[in-house]
C-alpha cells in the first residue's frame, strides 16, 4: 500500500521532475539544479509546495537524494 505521499512523489518523476531531496542533520530539503518540464513545475506548485512543511518533507523523502 502506498501513502500519499509517495504518491505525489512518484507522479512528480514520472512528469520529469528533476528536484532532488537533500538531507542533512535532521533538515529535509530539495535542490534543482535542470530545468524540468513544464508539467513537473506546475505539479510540484499544486500539489506539493503547497503541503505543510511535515507533509511536504514527507515527500521529498522518497525523492532520489544529491548522494545518489
Do not use: C
Not at 15 to 39: C, F, Q, S, V, Y
Not at 46 to 54: P, Y
Amino acid at each position: 500500500m502506498e501513502t500519499e505521499a509517495l504518491e505525489l512523489a512518484k507522479e512528480y518523476r514520472r512528469l520529469g521532475g528533476t528536484r532532488l531531496a537533500k538531507m542533512d542533520d535532521n533538515i529535509i530539503d530539495t535542490r534543482k539544479w535542470d530545468d524540468e518540464p513544464a508539467a513537473a513545475a506546475n505539479y510540484w506548485a499544486e500539489n506539493i509546495a503547497v503541503l505543510d512543511d511535515r507533509k511536504q518533507a514527507e515527500v521529498v523523502s522518497h525523492l532520489e537524494t544529491i548522494n545518489s
